[in-house]
C-alpha cells in the first residue's frame, strides 16, 4: 500500500470511533433509567403489568421512553444491598422495619410516612395453606398445634418476611385471648406459638423456598402469605388456603431513595412511578397478583376476593418492628425461648 | 565493549527473576487469602474477648457449632475409610468403565452445593420412594442429621480419593511382595507396610475434607431443615445472624470455624512432617 494510504487508514480509524462517541452524546437523550429495588413477592406483578403500563404513560405524557432495571431479592437483602451502594432509585420493600433501616443510613431524608396511604403501596396477611382436600383438617392456628401435623414456614432469622409469619401466630395468640377473657394473655400466646414451632421440620431462607418445599410435599401445612397462594392459584397451582380468624395484615412500603435520585437526576422518574404504583390501574394490576390493595375505592372492589379477617392486627398492636426485635427475636425473646425450650425438651 | 558494561550496569540493578516472582505469588497470596482473613479476625477481636465469648456461647450459637463439628468429625472417618477404599480400587484394580468412573471422583467439585442438597432432597426426602420406605423403618434421612453427613460426604468426596490416587500409584509393589514372602497376608501387608505410606496423604485428605465440612452451606442448608438447635449448623446460622442484622453474632462464630480450619491443618501438617522424619 502507498505511504498516503496508510496514513489515510489510520486517520479514519481514529476518527471514525472518536465522532461517533461524541456524536452520541450530542444527540437529545430520548431514553432515561430507572433502577428499582424490590422484594421477590410483586416481582411478576411489576413485570408485567406496572412497569409496562408506566412506561407507556411516561413516553405519552413525556416523550420520553424509560428503561428499567429491576432486581428483585428477598426485602431484607435488599435493604442491605442499597445501603451498601446499590444504586436503587426506588425500593419497593416487604416491610417497613427494612426501609426504616434504608433511611436510617442515610439514603431517604425525606418522611416517606407521610404519604398518603402512610407510605404503603400493597397489603397482605398471613395465611395458612394445606394439602387438597384439607385431610388434616386445617381450619385455623390451634389445629397446626396438634401431634402430627408437620408445619413449615420460614426463618424469621433469614428473612425480614418471614417475621410476618412469626407475628401473625403470637399477635393471634394475643389477639384470641384478649377476645375471650378481655386481656392480652402473653403466656396463653407464647404457648401457642411454642406449640406451633415444635410442629415446625423445615425452615427455609424466604417464604419463596418455603412454598417451593411445600410444593415439593413437604409438611401438611405452611404458614404464608395470602398473596403466595393466590399467585401461585394464578399460575395454575392447587394451592388451597385459609386466611385465620386473628391474622396480621402485611404492609408493604414503596419511597423515593433522595441520594440515588439526586445522584441520577431521575427524582422526577421515580416520584411520578411511585405516585403511578398507587393509581386505580395500578392497584388493580398489584390485586390480580394477589396483593391487597390500598386504594380505598379499588380494596372495595375487590371485596370478595380478600374478605376481611375479623380479628386483623398490625405491627402496632405488636409494638411496631423494634418492639419485636426485643419482644419475639431478642437473646429473651417469645421466639428465642421457644425454639430453646423445644431443643432441651421442655 | 561499551556496549558488555552497559549490559552488565543494567542487569546488576534489575531484581533477579526468583526474587521477582517470589514478591510475585507472596503478595498474591497476601490479597486473596491472607488479607480477607486478617480482616475479619481484625473485626471479630476488636469486640474484645468477653463479647465474643458471650455471642459463642449463647445456646443457638453453641448448639450450632457443636452440630457442625460433630457432624464434620463423622463425615470425615467415613470419608477416610471410604475414599482410600475408593483409590485403591481404581490404583489397583482394572474395570470395564474406569475412566469415567475416574472422571466422576471429581464431580463433587464442579457441581453447584446447591443442586447437590436439591439432588439428595430429592433423591431421599420424606416424599421419594426411597425416604418414606426408609421413614416406614424409622430412618430419617432429609431435614435430620444423617443428611447433614450425606451432604458433606457427597462435597468432600474428591479430598481423600485424589490424596491417595497419587501415592498409592506411585508406592513400589516390591515392598508388598517382600512383605508377602516374608509371610505376611494380605491384611497384615496393607495395615503394616502399605498404610504407613498412605497415612500421610489420608491425613491430607481428611483434613482438607473437614476444613471444608466446616464451612459448607449451600448443600446443608437445602437438605438440613435448619431447626435452630437441631438441625442448623454453623455456617446457617451465621448466616441468619447476618441478615438479622448481627453481624456481632455472626463474626464470633465465623472466627471459631477459621480458628478451627487453622488448626486443623497446622496440627496435620505437622504430624505429616513427624511421619515423614520418622523415614517411613
Redesign the interface.
Known sequence: MKKSHYQMFWALAIAIPLLLFFSESALPQQARTLILGAYTVPKEAYQQEIIPAFQKYWLEKTGQSVKFEESYVASGAQARAIISGFEADVAALSLEGDLAKVAEAGLINHDWRARATKGMVTQSVVAIGYRTGNPKGIKDWEDLTQPGVEVIYPNPKTSGGAMWCVNAIYGAGLKLSEAKTGKQDLVFAAKLLHDIQKNVKVMDKSGRESVTTFERGVGDAIVTYENEALLRQFEGVEFPFVVPRATILIENPVAVVDRNVDKHGTRDLAEAFVEFCLTEAAQRSFAKFGLRPVLPNIAEEFKAKFPRPEMLFDMSYLGGWTGVEKTIYGPEGVWTKAVENIATGK | MVRSAVKTIAFRRLPSGDALIKTAVFSYIGLIVILPLLTISMQALGQGFSKIWEDVT???AW?ALRLTFISAVAMALLNAVTGTAMAWVLVRHDFPGKPIVNSLIDLPFALPTNVTGLML?VLY???SWLGKYLKIHGIEII?AQPGIILALLFVTFPFVVRSVQPVLMELDKDIEEAASTLGASRFTTFRRVVLPHLMPSILTGVALAFSRALGEFGSV?VVA??????TQVAPVFI???I???NPRGALAVSLVLLLSSLLILILLNRLQHWGRERGT
Open positions: 449463647q445456646p443457638q448448639y432432597v426426602g420424606p416424599v431435614y442448608v431443615g435448619n431447626i435452630p438447635m437441631k448466616y441468619g445472624e441478615e438479622s442484622y
